[in-house]
């Protein structure tokens, strides 16, 4: 499954590859894209673990970037 998110109060492109590298690397991302311009997380996981793998992007995004918020 393949969802979008808009991002809330993402300051700046270094921030966003920051975001996008540590997203990557949590279990179950298929692959993660972070668009400081857009302000957008496009994000892929399998069907079944979507929510678990969200739920774990949204924690690892507020201890990053304490600021931003990803909105559902």
């Known amino acids: 499954m393949r969802k979008s998110f808009k ?5 700046c492109a270094n921030c966003a ?9 949590i279990e179950g991302v298929e ?7 857009t302000q957008k997380l496009t994000l ?6 979507f929510d678990d793998v969200l739920e774990r992007v949204v924690r690892l995004t507020a201890d ?7 909105l559902r």
């Open 44 to 49: 892929t996981a399998a069907d079944d673990v």
């Open 31 to 37: 692959s993660a894209r972070v668009n400081f311009m």
């Open 7 to 11: 991002l809330d109060e993402i300051d």
């Open 64 to 70: 990053i970037e304490p600021d931003c918020e990803i």
């Open 17 to 25: 590859q920051k975001l996008e590298d540590a997203i990557v690397k």
